[in-house]
């Protein structure tokens, strides 16, 4: 059976690239079309479009992300598979301009889960072992995914697996059997922390979508002075569909508060941060 690291950027599953080698290592990039967010690299951009075969403008994430996965490669030596589904762009006007949001998390599936999925069809023989990274302490959310498996070990999924009178073909099939080796080995935040000291791999301050909805306003906000650019975006994008990201409250307003005290990256942790839920 054939055995993928599901990568995401951040330290936890670097880890596990660098201490759990696999068959594959592979990473989904989330691509957005704002020129005002470009990856400021021309150079790193044009490797990232040899990677993933599309117009690479700019990731939603902090653009550290690209760095880390490249920094990867070398340190481990081994090449890490790029994929890419749609820009985040073209992904909500498909949804009719609805954004996505904690109710609606169609974001995960389309830009993170679907793009690994259907390169796993179209690329290994089915199914996988897929390494995931929860670590040591993340035992519920380990049991969560086992819970997805069926009677015969696997988790399923469908897949487009033809044509017919121009239309997908879809099938359901045997996907992949979720392995969590953070956990099996007890492998804690503070461990990985550790390891990364001194190590030539360069980490973005918050992994995921800079104005991820799952964040609470005073990380947004703190996003919003850190990536002022980036955060502009998912401003610009619920005043083009007239939605929200967070029920509650808007982007606009989150950007324009005023703080009584000044934020600092040491505030926040990743417990804050939200999560794709890979």
Same mark, same amino acid.
């Given at each position: 059976?054939?055995?993928?690291?599901?990568?995401?950027?951040?330290?936890?599953?670097?880890?596990?690239?660098?201490?759990?080698?696999?068959?594959?290592?592979?990473?989904?990039?989330?691509?957005?079309?704002?020129?005002?967010?470009?990856?400021?690299?021309?150079?790193?951009?044009?490797?990232?479009?040899?990677?993933?075969?599309?117009?690479?403008?700019?990731?939603?994430?902090?653009?550290?992300?690209?760095?880390?996965?490249?920094?990867?490669?070398?340190?481990?030596?081994?090449?890490?598979?790029?994929?890419?589904?749609?820009?985040?762009?073209?992904?909500?006007?498909?949804?009719?301009?609805?954004?996505?949001?904690?109710?609606?998390?169609?974001?995960?599936?389309?830009?993170?889960?679907?793009?690994?999925?259907?390169?796993?069809?179209?690329?290994?023989?089915?199914?996988?072992?897929?390494?995931?990274?929860?670590?040591?302490?993340?035992?519920?959310?380990?049991?969560?995914?086992?819970?997805?498996?069926?009677?015969?070990? @696997?988790?399923?999924?469908?897949?487009?697996?033809? /044509?017919? !009178?121009?239309?997908?073909? #879809?099938?359901?099939? $045997?996907? &992949?059997?979720?392995? @969590?080796?953070?956990?099996?080995?007890?492998?804690? /935040?503070? !461990?990985?922390?550790?390891? #990364?000291?001194?190590? $030539?791999? &360069?980490?973005?301050?918050?992994?995921?979508?800079?104005?991820?909805?799952?964040?609470?306003?005073?990380?947004?906000?703190?996003?919003?002075?850190?990536?002022?650019?980036?955060?502009?975006?998912?401003?610009?994008?619920?005043?083009?569909?007239?939605?929200?990201?967070?029920?509650?409250?808007?982007?606009?307003?989150?950007?324009?508060?005023?703080?009584?005290?000044?934020?600092?990256?040491?505030?926040?942790?990743?417990?804050?941060?939200?999560?794709?839920?890979?």
């Amino acid at each position: 059976m054939v055995t993928i690291n599901s990568l995401s950027g951040g330290k936890t599953s670097s880890y596990i690239a660098a201490k759990y080698p696999a068959d594959i290592d592979i990473f989904s990039l989330v691509r957005i079309e704002d020129e005002r967010c470009a990856f400021p690299d021309k150079k790193l951009r044009q490797m990232v479009e040899d990677r993933i075969q599309q117009p690479f403008i700019g990731t939603i994430e902090q653009d550290d992300i690209i760095h880390t996965i490249f920094d990867l490669e070398q340190y481990t030596g081994r090449e890490i598979t790029w994929v890419s589904g749609p820009t985040f762009d073209s992904l909500i006007e498909t949804k009719k301009m609805y954004l996505p949001s904690v109710v609606q998390r169609y974001c995960t599936q389309e830009l993170k889960v679907k793009p690994i999925k259907q390169w796993c069809y179209d690329n290994t023989e089915m199914p996988v072992e897929m390494r995931i990274g929860f670590r040591a302490n993340e035992t519920t959310r380990a049991n969560n995914m086992i819970e997805r498996h069926r009677d015969d070990g @696997f988790e399923y999924e469908k897949f487009i697996v033809g /044509k017919k !009178n121009d239309r997908n073909v #879809w099938a359901e099939l $045997p996907y &992949r059997i979720c392995k @969590f080796p953070l956990i099996e080995d007890n492998i804690f /935040k503070d !461990n990985i922390e550790q390891y #990364w000291i001194g190590k $030539p791999v &360069r980490f973005a301050y918050m992994n995921n979508c800079v104005g991820c909805f799952h964040r609470g306003e005073m990380l947004l906000k703190h996003m919003s002075i850190k990536e002022p650019t980036k955060f502009d975006w998912f401003v610009n994008k619920e005043k083009e569909t007239g939605k929200r990201f967070k029920k509650e409250t808007s982007y606009q307003r989150i950007k324009g508060y005023k703080m009584q005290f000044d934020l600092f990256d040491d505030d926040f942790n990743e417990c804050d941060s939200g999560y794709c839920g890979l």
